[in-house]
């Protein structure tokens, strides 16, 4: 949708872009208790980017559902940013559902993949045999 406010569209994509094109080395920093990450967002852009490109090796296509099953991190952050940039539709998986609940949002979503925190790996292992989505 086109306005006057702007001669483009204002999507994930375009601000990765602009941000990096005129904010190269602008800081992104999460928190985790006393812990800080720290990357420019020239440095955000370019992970975004290769996961982006992972994805598509992966076959994961415009129009597909990529699930998050994250903490709220700077891994995360290049999820959101990577997923929608490359026409793919991300969905965030609540944290705090029991195990039968989460497995029935990812299949009810359908989703193809779903991205995991390490930490989180137990969880999702423990559904993995009713998972009928994903790859």
């Not at 994250?70 to 997923?83: F, G």
């Not at 969905?91 to 039968?100: C, F, K, S």
Request: glycine share 8%; net charge negative; charged share 20%.
């Amino acid at each position: 949708m086109q306005s006057t406010m702007q001669d483009g569209d204002l999507t994930i994509t375009d601000i990765l872009r602009r941000g990096a094109r005129v904010f190269p080395e602008s800081q992104v920093v999460s928190f985790k208790g006393e812990s800080s990450t720290r990357g420019s967002f020239a440095e955000v852009a370019e992970r975004a980017g290769r996961l982006a490109g992972a994805l598509k090796r992966l076959g994961i296509q415009p129009g597909d559902r990529v699930g998050t099953l994250c903490w709220n991190n700077q891994e995360h952050l290049e999820a959101y940013l990577a997923v929608p940039s490359m026409g793919a539709v991300l969905h965030t998986l609540n944290l705090r559902l029991d195990p039968q609940q989460l497995a029935y949002v990812i299949n009810h979503a359908e989703d193809r993949v779903v991205l995991v925190d390490a930490s989180l790996i137990p969880l999702l292992a423990a559904i993995r045999s009713h998972l009928t989505t994903i790859e």
